[in-house]
């Protein structure tokens, strides 16, 4: 349970790091839709970075195990939707794009996991 909440405070604080970088860094050397894109990334990892945060905080009330996999999903899903966004604006590597869809897999299965694992428990 402190493990979610470390990780997912480390990264909330990497989003607005993210965040501040975009808003100041790139907004002059990448277009507007990269920016968009850059602040999308940004978008789903604070969201499941709190949702880290709220794993940690329900992990003190149930059983670790209902939790343990929808956690891994979200770190996973945040590495490669948000990572792939990143290196994508980043490097202008477009073919980054493909590999996106997968993190965002992650995301869903984690809470719908999230989900029958609360409601079975």
């Known amino acids: 349970m402190k493990t979610w909440l470390i990780i997912g405070a480390i990264f909330v604080?990497?989003?607005?790091?993210?965040?501040s970088f975009g808003a100041h860094g790139l907004k002059a050397k990448v277009s507007a839709a990269d920016l968009v894109t850059f602040e999308k990334g940004i978008r789903y990892q604070m969201y499941h970075a709190l949702g880290l945060?709220?794993?940690?905080?329900?992990?003190?009330?149930?059983?670790?195990?209902?939790?343990?996999?929808?956690?891994?999903?979200?770190?996973?899903?945040?590495?490669?939707f948000s990572g792939s966004l990143y290196l994508l604006v980043l490097t202008n590597t477009r073919w980054l794009g493909a590999i996106t869809p997968i993190g965002g897999v992650c995301f869903i299965v984690g809470w719908f996991l999230l989900a029958y694992n609360l409601y079975r428990s």
């Open 53 to 80: 945060l709220i794993l940690g905080g329900i992990g003190f009330h149930i059983s670790h195990d209902l939790i343990q996999i929808p956690a891994y999903l979200f770190i996973a899903g945040i590495i490669i």
């Open 13 to 19: 604080g990497l989003a607005i790091l993210f965040g």
